[in-house]
C-alpha cells in the first residue's frame, strides 16, 4: 500500500509538472510573437521647463525640452548605434504664439503626422505642439530630421519648421451672432 501510495504521489507530481512546462512553451511562443509593436510618448510639464518625448525615426525618439524663461524648444536626438545625442533642432515659440517672453506658462506634447519627405527636405513622422496656457495661443512644429544623416553617424543641427498657430481662445464677434 505504501509503495502505491508514493509511486502515485510521484507520477502525479511528474504529470503536473510535465504539463505546466508545456504549456508555458506553447503559451510563450504563441502569445509573444502575435503581440502588436507598442509606441509610446509621455509628456510632462513644470514651472520652469516642460519636457515630451517622440519618435522622430524607426529607431530614434527625439527628446522635446521646452525653457519656459526664455522660450527657447529643442528637439534633441540619441543616435542608437552611437549611443549620444547627434541631432539638435530648436526654434523660440514666443514669436509663432505670442508669448511675453520670460516666465512663460506653457504646455507642450507630441503627435504624429505623414508629411511628404525628399532628399532635400526630410521630415520625421512626429510633430510637437506648443500651448501658451496664459493666452490660448498655441503653434505645431516640425521635425526636418534626416535617417541618411542618423545611418551615417552626421550631426545635425537645424531650426524646427513652424507649420502652423492658432488660439484655444477665439474672440466672439456678437454682432456677427444677431
Not at 104 to 116: N, S
Not at 134 to 158: E, H, L, W
Request: with cysteine; aromatic share 8%; hydrophobic share 45%.
Amino acid at each position: 500500500m505504501k509503495f502505491s501510495f508514493s509511486a502515485m504521489a510521484v507520477l502525479t507530481a511528474i504529470s503536473i509538472a510535465s504539463a505546466a512546462y508545456f504549456a508555458g512553451i506553447s503559451r510563450s511562443e504563441t502569445d509573444i510573437a502575435n503581440l502588436p509593436i507598442l509606441e509610446a510618448t509621455s509628456a510632462v510639464t513644470s514651472d520652469g521647463f516642460s519636457m515630451a518625448t517622440g519618435a522622430v525615426s524607426e529607431d530614434a525618439d527625439g527628446l522635446f525640452v521646452l525653457d519656459h524663461n526664455s522660450g527657447l524648444l529643442q528637439c534633441n536626438v540619441i543616435y542608437p548605434r552611437v549611443g549620444r545625442f547627434m541631432a539638435q533642432f530648436s526654434i523660440n515659440v514666443a514669436d509663432a504664439i505670442g508669448a511675453s517672453g520670460k516666465g512663460g506658462k506653457y504646455m507642450m506634447l507630441t503627435g504624429r503626422a505623414d508629411f511628404p519627405r525628399a532628399s532635400n527636405r526630410p521630415a520625421a513622422g512626429t510633430v510637437v505642439y506648443v500651448i501658451d496656457s496664459a493666452t490660448g495661443n498655441y503653434a505645431c512644429y516640425g521635425i526636418p530630421f534626416d535617417r541618411v544623416a542618423m545611418n551615417a553617424n552626421r550631426v545635425q543641427k537645424g531650426a524646427l519648421i513652424w507649420i502652423a498657430s492658432g488660439s484655444a481662445n477665439p474672440v466672439v464677434d456678437r454682432d456677427n451672432m444677431r
